[in-house]
């Protein structure tokens, strides 16, 4: 997100669904606002605004939309469909958003993972 509204030279502001340790992901927000993130995409986040919102997905569309969009994503690259309809149904439905996904990677941290199994309904 924060590369994203740094790209677009705006901001963001985080709203996310109801979780354990609210105040823990907030300290995260802290900490990576002064110091950065870690991992290979290192960097400290200066575009999110005040701190991390929690909401109830009953009670927020966008939050759901962000859920629905979560679940189509997941089972885009990880599930192979036995139904040659439903396939074609989830690509479809996964085509329409792409142009709006701004970064996607899923990471294997070992050659034995399992990328071999990702993304074996779209290639």
């Not at 290192?42 to 109830?56: E, G, N, Q, S």
Request: glycine share 4%.
């Amino acid at each position: 997100m924060d590369e994203c509204a740094t790209g677009l030279g705006d901001y963001s502001l985080v709203i996310a669904d109801e979780v354990d340790g609210q105040a823990q992901h907030r300290a995260d927000l802290s900490s990576y606002r002064e110091v950065g993130t870690t991992g290979y995409r290192h960097r400290k986040l200066t575009r999110i605004v005040d701190t991390l919102h929690f909401a109830p997905s009953h009670a927020s569309r966008l939050v759901q939309a962000a859920d629905v969009i979560t679940f189509l994503y997941r089972r885009t690259f990880t599930h192979a469909e036995t139904d040659e309809r439903s396939r074609k149904a989830k690509i479809a439905m996964w085509n329409r958003l792409r142009p709006r996904v701004h970064h996607e990677l899923c990471w294997f941290p070992s050659p034995k993972g399992q990328q071999h199994l990702w993304a074996r309904d779209v290639r």
